[in-house]
């Protein structure tokens, strides 16, 4: 059993859906199972959707235009009397009955039952046009598989329960299911993070013992650099699990943090390949001897900068550190590089869901902090030394950290 992902960039439109066929073609598709993300920008449209609702406005018309785009892909793969379009309308009723009903006031959990709802439709938009064209498969509720914690907009998995509903599955037969979503034991659905949809296909890969997984991006493969936002960057071929993890963690976007560590625990290669060029070989990510590893420029842009110190110029001791990260815990706030000296404890942060002002009022509480918003973060894996300068240049650089393997800087 092999495993395909495949993001919104590749779904975007209905020639998209035409070209994932034809790379499934082309990788003869049987024995498989696909997981595929919602289509283009839906899950951006959603969490409008989402937004609108809260402000107590009239999130209908939001609604309707998502469903109008999914309508007209539609339009370009099945007959004007497919069912598809009686069953893509029911899931945005669903949706807006949600709405209209809903008397939990928890963000969070309604962004997860809402914004699901574009894995579900465009799987099903895919497993259908599929079976159209003879490209047999069985449509999988991925909620009834990945079963999750309470945990909503970031789902911690229930390993042992959902192995065990996974590795129930038929290996002879092909699957067509969705990224980015399971469901607690109320049945609630509960997504795994903002581009899950790799992390959905490396539990599958794991429950499945499969004999590889294939994500298939825009991209060539795993790059030295994102092209858009770096020069003369290159292919990476082949590449360690641990250098692969190591990368994600610093901010690679090519691959989601957690995708690695369950296709590692059972050795399962991973690849990552171009949906449009599905000839060409990709990169491999597997179990490779250490060696050096190519020089890779990462960038995580959106990010904060904060310093807290001691307000009587103690030093920052273990108390201090339990209190701070608690109150990161408790917001939910990530930690890209931490630097601390005596008294002194800087912070570059990414605020995934909108609390950094919450924190910082309340570390005021006890301590001096304060914060730079809207910086950057640079990565350099590996780093060359004759390339140093090219790093560094016309920065405006307000906090560096350089280990045996790796410079980062803090720029505005």
Known sequence: MKVFKFGGASLKDADGVKNVAAVLNSQKFENCLLVVSAMGKTTNALEKVVQVYFEKSDFRAQLAEVEDAHLQICRGLFSDEHPVFQEISFYFKNVEVFLQNNVVPDYNFVYDQVVSCGEMVSSRIVSLYLNEIQFANLWLDARKYIITDTSYREGNINWDETQKRISALDLKKCYVTQGFIGAEANNFTVTLGREGSDYSAAIFAYGLNAEAMTIWKDVPGVMTGDPRKFENVSLISDISYEEAIEMAYYGASVIHPKTLQPLKQKNIPFYVKSFLEPEKPGTKVGSLSQSAGAESYILKENQHLMHIS??????????????????????????????????????????????????????????NADVVKSVSLYTLRNAKLEDLNKFYANKNILLEQISKKTIQIVTN
Not at 340 to 359: F, Q, R, W
Request: glycine fraction near 2%.
């Open 310 to 367: 001691t307000r009587d110029f103690a030093f920052i001791a273990e108390e201090h550190l339990s209190q701070i990260f608690a109150l990161l815990a408790k917001n939910k706030i990530k930690i890209s590089l931490m630097q601390n000296s005596a008294i002194s404890l800087a912070l570059c942060l990414e605020d995934k869901y909108g609390t950094l002002d919450a924190l910082l009022q309340e570390l005021q509480i006890s301590f």
